[in-house]
């Protein structure tokens, strides 16, 4: 069927039709030329929609352009074309309020846009109120909490062109909202939410104005800072939970981190107390002296009223699960400070802002890596340092001037949702990716500044949680993968000698696999200094383990090599029951456990005879399945069996194994409880807790659960559907399961954390500290998942409840909004002939078709 | 495109290699059939409908290494969700690696992420392509280039270490002349 290599001949559409076709052969050339030389004389004749489009989008990205100059500009050729171009007005407010969650750094520039435009043509600023306040409201009753602060932050820069209170309303009513839940329950985590939303749309809604307006607001502001004092001062019960860092008891300041929100209420009494001077946020809608005409309109411009928002009487929590959140940087405790400090509300404002960039942009990295390294042209002039100046240089910076260095800012960023607790909102890999392209766009800008954050997070591996250390090497190996392995290993030379219980230790042994898992063991031992090169030993160099049944003093070696023999040649099954039959047999004579014995061999042999590649194994596997079932079901000892001899075949290549193990599970050849007691009872107990140090053992138990917990998540949500039919009995039973699975965990780590582990008193080398402190480290993360599931099961339900009041509550508001419409389309048929009705009906329509056609027909 | 188009181009859209190759196969299809079926003469407004990268778990990936193994493959595609089936693309004359294979995801949602988060990056120090796939089907494993390769290492004049060296149709044109030295070329 298709035909992936036919691409360079032939079957070409018309030139130059097509704008998106990747344009990658050189047989394209012709076309490109065309393409552009047409595309350059379009530019001109570009009707004014697609020329606004265009610069819309690109806003505030040119540090060339005066911000004033392109704001005017936008906005009048906006306003100019506001009767000639039906089309437009529509879709100008429509493509503002899409840029303000797609683009959230634009919001302040948009709305400078905005309030010029409202000088010469109010009524835009009309439309998009109402337009902005329905969608706040639909996104309010969804729980789509990050777009109702987006929009609320629009709204909130364009306050200083409102009548009366203007946002202030719908922030004190929203502050009711999250006072009654927070009264109603000390865990919830909705009215956080909301009170943070609140705290970060007041810094816009007090940079908006001019100073005689701020002198008015800010006793509503002050009235609203003291409200939200209790609230945002209240740790939360989760906090501990998800807590990023765990001083060793010997340290001398367990300091905890602080809450997000609670830092966020002191920032903003201290810019209180200092008149909002909120000198970070861009003021783009202030005009130099030089243009007295555009500053004069803009101080008489007109006022409009915010429509109406209804704010559910319940609210949702939302497609993502809300949390507690702390706050993490890579570059504190540094001579000079090259992020704002945690005191500043302008770490708050601009992480705050970077962090939905990064987030709403997930399905183009590229976008938002270039974003990122750009933050500069996003805020108020001078607030960062220039672009790339070297860390060294910063403190030659003279003092009033930043030494905030963007760059660093951007990259602190990423790491606090590769660092979040309990989940970022998207795959971790997608910050990797993130980093990849900031790294590959500016290499010279943002090399160093990971390099300083690796250093960082390095030196406080030993006290990070357990989950965020693997989320580090994990990073950390596949950033290396992109970069040619390149990375200053000499700088930790020195703890190549460490003990392998030493997390330092585990970091640099597990990074190390990584590395090789994603090229091979000669590639990487080049990149490693000599004293490195003693942790990769010959054997990885290998392409397949040795079979231990090739060497006669093996036990049943030559049972083994028969058995291999067989499956080679996909011999009959009574054949190798004949073989299965010897073994069993001397091994009782021998004195040991027959199943065991026989599994080992047979599983060993499935192995060897699949050795060449997964596909080999996975085929070798699907052939004997029965067998390996039965193997698995005979005894607890002999599925045990099954799992260690697969992890002791690849045990020079763990994650071969750790591919093997998932797909025996999905066989439920093992069973999920059969991998949590092979690496937390037998292979810990075998190496006295030194596997825990492992950090393909920590892969494969949170894989495990992961399955697990995802199974049963998969589970609640389809049994929430009414038209899906999930019995309870499976589902129940799953969840049992899951409560099995980590009660078996708590109890195995929590006899390693205390020391009651019998392995354990036979170290003799005074490391049972370590061991005691990794069993810790375990057990804090896997309650953690524990404590998350639960919630999930409780809030899935509670979820499904407030769902269905909200639904209920606005059926009521949509009937009363039909009734007025109604008597107001009466009214308006009594008094006034219907002309203005049916326009702006027909633009809405044919602005679906507008909005297709663009600089490329 | 459904829906509203972002401010910013998606990377998880099926590259237009294979909205080519829909047109192509359908006049293929016309051609072989005479013209006397119902599918060939669809109607451009129901292929939306009926899309086949709509729900697709599989995805291509182009510009691997000859040398890049499955378990590489593994490693770094698991990232975005477990894996459901690998295939590695053969030459179709010596059964070895040509540089593709198929990855199946378990979701629709994987294979986007993977579109987003895996495409263009590195894997074995090459670049490589992800691109949707409407799903494996057995022959598509090998290589449809003359020689057993893939067509783009028929003709390739740059010398690619990772992928046989010169286009071998280039290659075996030069051979005999004193471009090669000890069997690479300088």
């Keep these: 069927m298709a035909d992936y290599d036919r691409r360079g001949g032939g079957g070409r559409g018309g030139g130059g039709g097509g704008y998106n076709r990747k344009r990658r052969y050189r047989d394209d050339n012709d076309d490109d030329h065309h393409y552009r030389g047409n595309n350059s004389r379009r530019r001109y004749d570009a009707p004014p929609h697609v020329r606004i489009r265009k610069q819309l989008i690109a806003i505030a990205e040119n540090p060339m352009i005066e911000r004033h100059d392109e704001i005017s500009q936008i906005a009048n050729l906006f306003t100019d074309n506001w009767e000639d171009d039906v089309l437009l007005r529509g879709n100008f407010v429509d493509l503002v309020l899409q840029l303000c969650v797609e683009q959230p750094l634009k919001t302040p520039f948009l709305a400078g846009v905005l309030m010029v435009a409202n000088t010469n043509k109010p009524e835009v600023v009309d439309m998009l109120l109402e337009k902005a306040a329905r969608l706040i409201e639909d996104k309010l009753r969804e729980g789509e909490w990050r777009d109702v602060k987006l929009y609320l932050k629009l709204v909130g820069c364009l306050q200083g062109v409102m009548e009366g209170d203007g946002i202030f309303g719908v922030l004190t009513e929203l502050f009711e909202r999250a006072v009654g839940l927070q009264t109603a329950s000390s865990e919830d985590t909705i009215g956080t939410e909301i009170v943070k939303i609140i705290l970060l749309t007041l810094p816009y809604v007090m940079a908006a104005g001019s100073p005689e307006q701020q002198q008015q607001w800010q006793q509503k502001a002050a009235d609203l800072l003291e409200n939200t004092a209790i609230i945002a001062s209240e740790p939360h019960p989760l906090q501990a939970v998800i807590e990023p860092y765990h001083p060793e008891p010997s340290e001398e300041n367990p300091t905890q981190s602080q809450s997000l929100i609670s830092l966020l209420q002191a920032q903003l009494q201290i810019e209180a107390t200092q008149g909002w001077a909120l000198s970070c946020l861009p003021r783009p809608w202030q005009f130099p002296v030089s243009e007295v005409e555009v500053a004069s309109k803009l101080a008489s411009a007109p006022k409009h009223t915010l429509p109406t928002i209804i704010i559910p009487k319940t609210v949702v929590t939302g497609p993502r699960p809300l949390f507690p959140e702390v706050y993490i940087s890579v570059y504190g405790q540094q001579e000079v400070e090259s992020v704002p400090p945690p005191t500043s509300l302008a770490s708050s404002l601009i992480r705050d802002a970077l962090l939905d960039t990064i987030n709403v942009l997930h399905f183009n990295r590229n976008a938002t890596a270039r974003q990122l390294i750009e933050v500069d042209c996003y805020f108020a002039p001078r607030t960062f340092a220039l672009r790339g100046t070297p860390f060294d240089r910063l403190r030659d910076i003279e003092k009033p001037k930043s030494t905030w260095k963007p760059e660093d800012v951007a990259v602190d960023a990423v790491f606090t949702q590769l660092f979040l607790l309990p989940n970022p909102e998207h795959k971790l890999v997608y910050y990797h990716s993130v980093l990849t392209e900031a790294c590959k766009l500016a290499p010279a800008a943002i090399a160093p500044s990971l390099g300083r954050a690796i250093r960082y997070l390095y030196r406080n591996a030993p006290r990070m949680d357990l989950e965020l250390a693997y989320r580090f090497m994990d990073w950390f190996s596949h950033h290396l993968s992109n970069f040619g392995f390149t990375w200053k290993w000499t700088e930790w030379v020195d703890d190549v000698e460490l003990s392998g219980l030493h997390p330092r230790k585990a970091f640099i042994v597990g990074s190390i696999d990584k590395e090789i898992r994603l090229s091979f063991a000669q590639r990487i031992k080049n990149t490693l200094p000599e004293p490195y090169q003693q942790l990769i030993g010959p054997e990885k160099e290998k392409d397949v383990p040795d079979f231990k049944f090739a060497n006669d003093d093996t036990p049943f070696a030559a049972e083994g090599r028969e058995i291999a023999a067989l499956l080679k040649r996909k011999a009959p099954d009574e054949e190798i029951d004949a073989v299965i039959q010897r073994i069993q047999s001397q091994a009782i004579d021998r004195d040991l456990d027959a199943l065991v014995a026989s599994t080992d061999v047979f599983v060993t042999c499935v192995l060897y005879v699949g050795s060449k590649s997964l596909s080999h194994v996975l085929a070798a596997i699907e052939r004997t399945k029965d067998r390996l079932a039965d193997a698995g079901a005979a005894s607890d000892a002999s599925r045990t069996q099954i799992i260690e001899a697969v992890m002791a075949y690849w045990s020079v290549h763990p994650g071969v194994a750790l591919s093997i193990v998932e797909k025996l599970l999905n066989y439920s050849i093992l069973t999920p409880l059969t991998v949590i007691n092979w690496a937390l009872n037998v292979q810990a107990g075998k190496t006295h807790g030194e596997a825990l140090a492992f950090a393909h053992i920590y892969e494969l138990v949170f894989n495990t659960v992961i399955k697990v917990t995802g199974r049963v998540r998969q589970l609640v949500i389809k049994a929430s559907q009414p038209d899906e039919m999930v019995d309870d009995e499976t589902k129940d039973a799953e969840i049992k399961n899951m409560r099995e699975l980590f009660r078996a965990i708590e109890d195995s780590l929590g006899a390693w954390a205390q020391g009651t582990k019998d392995e354990m008193l036979e170290r003799e080398d005074g490391s049972e500290g370590l061991v005691k402190r990794w069993g810790t480290r375990w057990l804090r993360v896997f309650k953690r998942r524990q404590a998350i599931e639960e919630a999930f099961l409780v809030e899935a339900v509670r979820e499904r409840e407030r769902k269905e009041e909200v639904r209920k509550e606005w059926e009521v508001v949509e009937q009363q909004r039909a009734a007025e419409k109604a008597a107001k389309e009466e009214e308006a048929k009594k008094n006034a002939p219907a002309a203005e009705n049916g326009a702006s009906g027909e633009g809405e329509k044919e602005k679906e078709n507008g909005a297709e056609v663009d600089i490329v027909e | ?186």
Excluded: W
Aim: proline letters at 3%; charged letters at 40%; a negative charge.
């Design chain 2, 1 to 186: 495109m459904r829906g509203v188009r972002a401010t910013v181009d998606r990377l998880d859209r099926p590259s237009a290699y294979f909205n080519n190759s829909k047109h192509k196969r359908r006049r293929f299809e016309k051609d072989q059939r005479d013209g006397d079926d119902d599918t060939a003469g669809m109607h451009p407004e129901n292929r939306e409908d009926d899309d086949p990268l709509k729900n697709a778990t599989t995805l291509y990936v182009g510009n691997l290494s000859f040398f890049t193994t499955e378990e590489q493959v593994y490693e770094l595609f698991s990232k975005c969700g477990e894996i459901k089936r690998l295939v590695m693309g053969l030459d179709r004359f010596t059964k070895t690696p040509c540089g593709f294979c198929f990855v199946e995801y378990y979701t629709h949602q994987d294979a986007l992420d993977c579109m987003k988060y895996i495409g263009g990056t590195k894997l074995d120090e090459r670049i490589i392509r992800t691109d949707l796939d409407p799903g494996f089907e057995e022959g598509r494993q090998y290589g449809r280039g003359k020689s057993g390769g893939q067509v783009r290492d028929e003709y390739r004049e740059d010398y690619d270490e990772g992928r046989g060296g010169l286009g071998r149709a280039i290659a075996k044109e030069r051979d005999g002349r004193d471009f090669v030295d000890d069997g690479r070329l300088r």
